[in-house]
């Protein structure tokens, strides 16, 4: 799998957008990207994943750049119950089961 | 309720016990799988199993000991762990070929919190 790059931390006002970035500058062409949440002491959470069209579903909208090699995870309303550690993964698909590999990820802090 | 139900939810065990911890899931899922969370460090894949049958250890000490007997239910057989062992055991099951077409990726359950004394 490809590797990430992520912030470490990073601080959202309650109410505004939060923007996550990740970098993937290595992605291959038949791989997706993919972000999951993990609340405390919690086991990760699906958030939404993408090929290269941006997506956007009830909790999220993941914005992929044209060369595939960043995306941005937006949160449009962030909530104290945001507050999360929020993993970026890309994987391929298919021809099986292939473990995650998860990265540190960025530890989201929405302020109150 | 995410669907992956573990139990026991906590666990303090010493270091001559013999422990399992337990996976369920009824999600129609065909892949399992074990991770490891020590603390402050990432998700660690330990097991994978697709369509019961293991297809992934990431260098496991035999300690460690999964079991698969059908697709719904996935064991971790503990005996004789060290201190350095206490984490958060995480189970998580997915398609075993997941893409577009498996919206979700993987479901996690809530973890084991094993504490080794």
């Known amino acids: 799998d490809a590797k990430t790059t992520q912030p470490t931390s990073m601080d959202c006002a309650e109410g505004r957008a939060a923007n996550l970035p990740c970098n993937h500058s290595?992605?291959?062409?038949?791989?997706?990207v993919y972000w999951y949440r993990q609340i405390h002491s919690q086991g990760p959470q699906y958030i939404i994943h993408g090929l290269k069209n941006n997506e956007t579903n009830e909790m999220a909208s993941l914005i992929i750049t044209e060369d595939r090699k960043s995306s941005t995870l937006i949160l449009p309303h962030a909530t104290l119950r945001d507050t999360a550690v929020y993993y970026c993964?890309?994987?391929?698909?298919?021809?099986?089961?292939?473990?995650?590999?998860f990265g540190k990820g960025t530890h989201l802090i929405i302020q109150p | 309720e995410t669907g992956v139900t573990q139990t026991p939810r906590h666990l303090v065990m010493g270091m001559t016990n013999k422990k399992s911890l337990k996976c369920e899931q009824h999600l129609g899922h065909n892949a399992m799988y074990w991770y490891k969370q020590s603390a402050k460090k990432p998700l660690e894949l330990m097991f994978v199993y697709n369509f019961k049958e293991q297809t992934e250890n990431n260098s496991v000490p035999s300690r460690f000991s999964p079991e698969c007997p059908n697709s719904s239910h996935l064991f971790l057989h503990l005996h004789t762990l060290q201190p350095e062992d206490s984490a958060l055991y995480l189970c998580a099951s997915s398609l075993s070929h997941w893409g577009p077409s498996n919206n979700y990726g993987y479901t996690f359950g809530s973890g084991t919190r094993l504490t080794v004394v």
């Open positions: 290595t992605i291959s062409g038949n791989e997706y």
């Open positions: 993964i890309v994987a391929s698909t298919g021809g099986g089961a292939d473990g995650l590999t």
